[in-house]
T-cell receptor, first 116, second 114 residues
C-alpha cells in the first residue's frame, strides 16, 4: 500500500527567507504526487501536482516542487516566504485500484509558522 | 461561480442522534469524495463515488453511509452519532476520465459529538 511521510510536523521560517518542506512517498509504480495547502477554517487548495515529464514543477503562489525518484521524494520549495504563507501543507499520492484512480493518500501535514 | 459547499460548517450534537452532512458542487463533476481529518492528522478517504448511484468505501473504515442520487449532491449520514465520530469531514470533487484530476475541496464540517 502507498504511504506518504512528512517528517517535519512544524517549521518556523522568517518572512523573506527560503522554504523547503519535505515529503517522502512509498508507491510501487510511477506516482501521481500533489501538494495542498490548508489555511485555518478553509478547505484544501491545490498548489501543484506531478504526473510525468519535467521533474521540477511550478505551482501557484510562487511554489515549486521537485520529484526525485531515486530518493522517493517530492519536496516543496519557495524562494521567499510571505506572512500569508502560514498554513498547513499536505503532500499526497494518488491511489489506483482495479477500477481506476480512486483517491489520495495524504501525509500528516507540516504546520508552517512565519516569523516577522 | 463554480464551487463546492458543505453545510453545516460546525455541528455540536449529543450521542445517539442521526446527522446528515451536506455536500454540493456546481462544477458538474462526476467524482466525489469524503475525507475524515482528526486534529493534527492526515486526511483519510472514507467514501467516494464515480457518479449517480455509485458509492464506494475508502481506505478508512467508517460507520457513516453516503448516497449519490444527483450528480451535484453527495450527503454523508451517521445513523447514531458517538463521541468517536468527533472529527472534521471534508468533501471534494473532481472530473472523472479514469486518471487523476485535481480534487476541489469544500471548507469542511467540524463535528463534535458530546
Amino acid at each position: 500500500a502507498q504511504s506518504v511521510t512528512q517528517p517535519d510536523i512544524h517549521i518556523t521560517v522568517s518572512e523573506g527567507a527560503s522554504l523547503e518542506l519535505r515529503c517522502n512517498y512509498s508507491y510501487g509504480a510511477t506516482p501521481y504526487l500533489f501538494w495542498y495547502v490548508q489555511s485555518p477554517g478553509q478547505g484544501l487548495q491545490l498548489l501543484l501536482k506531478y504526473f510525468s515529464g519535467d521533474t521540477l514543477v511550478q505551482g501557484i503562489k510562487g511554489f515549486e516542487a521537485e520529484f526525485k525518484r531515486s530518493q522517493s521524494s517530492f519536496n516543496l520549495r519557495k524562494p521567499s516566504v510571505h506572512w500569508s504563507d502560514a498554513a498547513e501543507y499536505f503532500c499526497a499520492v494518488g491511489k489506483y485500484s482495479g477500477g481506476g484512480a480512486d483517491g489520495l493518500t495524504f501525509g500528516k501535514g507540516t504546520h508552517l509558522i512565519i516569523q516577522p | 461561480e463554480a464551487d463546492i459547499y458543505q453545510t453545516p460548517r460546525y455541528l455540536v450534537i449529543g450521542t445517539g442522534k442521526k446527522i446528515t452532512l451536506e455536500c454540493s458542487q456546481t462544477m458538474g463533476h462526476d467524482k466525489m469524495y469524503w475525507y475524515q481529518q482528526d486534529p493534527g492528522m492526515e486526511l483519510h478517504l472514507i467514501h467516494y463515488s464515480y457518479g449517480v448511484n455509485s458509492t464506494e468505501k475508502g481506505d478508512l473504515s467508517s460507520e457513516s453511509t453516503v448516497s449519490r442520487i444527483r450528480t451535484e449532491h453527495f450527503p454523508l449520514t451517521l445513523e447514531s452519532a458517538r463521541p468517536s465520530h468527533t472529527s472534521q469531514y471534508l468533501c471534494a470533487s473532481s472530473e472523472w476520465d479514469g486518471g487523476f484530476n485535481e480534487q476541489f475541496f469544500g471548507p469542511g464540517t467540524r463535528l463534535t459529538v458530546l
